[in-house]
């Protein structure tokens, strides 16, 4: 078995930290599991964030995030994190479930 020496361990870690990482916490992975897990400790701004951000919340897909961002267009701003229940498609059981990811 061929051994390798550290730094060609390192230089492999530091080619994926550039190459695949940036696309797990864009969540350009298309809302894989992956990039829901990447971002999960983070906030996500209701006010701010494009329907891309929005569908690494749970049980958020494309459809509902875009119903986000149109609601916004339409109403303006979210005043209150509950205020994101008038959005078709969230209710209680949702919000409870997205309410301690969801900033304003």
Known sequence: MKQFK???ILSCLLVFSLLVMPVMVTGQANGSKAAKTEVAGKLIN???ASAQELVVLP???EKIAE???AY???NGLF???QDIMKVKGIG???FTQI???ITI
Do not use: H, P
């Open 72 to 74: 916004r267009k339409e």
């Open 59 to 61: 049980r958020i897909g």
């Open 99 to 101: 309410e301690n990811r």
């Open 46 to 48: 209701i006010n701010t």
């Open 92 to 94: 209680e059981k949702l």
């Open 6 to 8: 550290k730094g060609s």
């Open 79 to 81: 005043k209150r994190k």
């Open 67 to 69: 119903r986000i961002v």
